[in-house]
Antibody, heavy 118, light 107 residues
């Protein structure tokens, strides 16, 4: 059974940093497109970043230069390093994975809340 | 970045109604589009991929159509468990972009 479990969310001051983790089971993170998607309180979904199985990475303009997506194949874990955080980064962050059939996100974690506030 | 314009932003419908939600892309995206359902406090659930392919396990009352710039999600007969918010997502190129969402409420 595929499972994604995020951790690392919390309260951080503006300008601070946080690293989110997403532990995967039931598949290997290096075999699928892996993404981060966020949702600000009461708002819609926002695509944040993706890492391809080959290692290429892409970012939303709103986080480019501040966030870094990566993975550790030995730990079967996806990461999102978030630097220079702003109030507008406050959101629930979801880890998601494609599968062999589609490049769209089929499997999702439960989400982890990041609050950027002084 | 490609813009996805989704409409309506909300709708009220009754059980058994036929419901249609549309997404328009700011440029052609072939059929690189999916539809998601999200219930409060839950992660999104993939319903449709490649614009018209039904995800395994999703009821057949859900269907998708379209190609290029105009896409549609149809629920043929709305069920109580279908009251939720629906989003389209293009992955033709990155950054990926979601539509603004359509909240389907009980009339």
């Amino acid at each position: 059974e595929v499972q994604l479990v995020e951790s690392g969310g919390g309260l951080v001051q503006p300008g601070g940093s946080l690293r989110l983790s997403c532990a995967a089971s039931g598949f290997t993170v290096s075999s699928n497109y892996m993404s981060w998607v966020r949702q600000a309180p009461g708002k819609g979904l926002e695509w944040v970043s993706v890492i391809y199985s080959g290692g290429s990475t892409y970012y939303a303009d709103s986080v480019k230069g501040r966030f870094t997506i990566s993975r550790d194949n030995s730990k079967n874990t996806l990461y999102l390093q978030m630097n220079s955080l702003r109030a507008e980064d406050t959101a629930v962050y979801y880890c998601a994975s494609a599968d062999a059939v589609t490049t769209l996100n089929r499997y999702w974690g439960q989400g982890t809340l990041v609050t950027v506030s002084s | 970045a490609i813009q996805m314009t989704q409409s309506p932003s909300s709708l009220s419908a009754s059980v058994g109604d036929r419901v249609t939600i549309t997404c328009r892309a700011s440029q052609g995206i072939r059929n690189d589009l999916g539809w998601y359902q999200q219930k409060p406090g839950k992660a999104p659930k993939l319903l449709i991929y490649a614009a018209s392919s039904l995800q395994s396990g999703v009821p057949s009352r859900f269907s998708g159509s379209g190609s290029g710039t105009d896409f549609t999600l149809t629920i043929s007969s709305l069920q109580p468990e279908d009251f939720a918010t629906y989003y389209c997502l293009q992955d033709y190129n990155y950054p990926g972009t979601f539509g603004q969402g359509t909240k389907v409420e009980i009339k």
